[in-house]
């Protein structure tokens, strides 16, 4: 079955550090892979995507992922953190050789200590 | 509009009661989703509409769950006979083309309580 796995389920970080935040998905053929961000008491946005070209890709806020096609991971990074950043964060993947629906991970919750 | 509105933002229902969700896409946008969002869990599909045609309703977790979208705009998620296990955050989320290839742009949520 389709799936997304996001490893950690709460990060807690302090202001300044680095931040990898992981994300596999189950293979099923061509994906379209996504991080959505939602900060508290507000709606889900799109961090970045990744359709096709340079696996790594930049987003919004400084964040970035690279697609790692033979590991089917698609990990979120950021180089320092801040307190802004406090939200969850979830990966969703979108299998173009099945269906529109976007397959959603679990979600991790980053929590950044001022 | 600029983005996707729903409406109420957050619901109050007693059990038994019927509620009426409302969702306005980003106007143009062929595709319209329904999510439904457990406390500390990602979102589960819930439904989908292509236009007015809701070409899935796998979803659902009930026939107590209904959703429309007439005039293929604005959409309703409704649930009859509310039970407390209804109590989420449901989605919202509307796509230009029709497979959603290019992401989905979500509404703030409709927070479903059921007392």
């Known amino acids: 079955a389709q799936s997304v796995s996001q490893h950690n389920h709460h990060v807690i970080l302090s202001e300044a550090a680095s931040l990898e935040l992981g994300c596999n998905y189950s293979y099923g053929g061509t994906v379209n892979l996504f991080w959505y961000v939602q900060y508290p008491g507000q709606h889900l946005q799109l961090l970045l995507k990744?359709?096709?070209?340079d696996p790594l890709v930049k987003g919004i806020k400084g964040f970035e992922a690279e697609f790692i096609k033979s590991k089917f991971s698609f990990n979120l990074r950021k180089p320092s953190v801040q307190w802004s950043d406090t939200a969850e964060y979830f990966c969703a993947v979108i299998y173009l050789d099945s269906n529109y629906q976007l397959i959603w991970g679990a979600g991790t919750k980053l929590i950044i200590k001022p | 509009g600029a983005g996707v509105s729903q409406s109420p933002r957050y619901k109050v229902a007693k059990r038994g009661q019927d509620v009426a969700l409302r969702c306005d896409p980003i106007s143009g946008h062929v595709s319209l989703f329904w999510y439904q969002q457990a406390l500390g869990q990602g979102p589960e599909f819930l439904t989908y509409?292509?236009?007015?045609?809701?070409?899935?309703k796998s979803g659902l977790p009930s026939d107590r769950f209904f959703a429309e979208r007439p005039e293929g705009s604005v959409s309703t998620l409704k649930i009859q006979r509310t039970q407390q296990e209804d109590s989420a955050v449901y989605l919202c989320a509307s796509s230009l083309e029709g497979t959603g290839g290019y992401g989905y742009t979500f509404g703030s949520g409709t927070r479903l309580t059921v007392v």
């Open positions: 990744y359709f096709s070209g």
């Open positions: 509409f292509q236009n007015e045609a809701q070409l899935d």
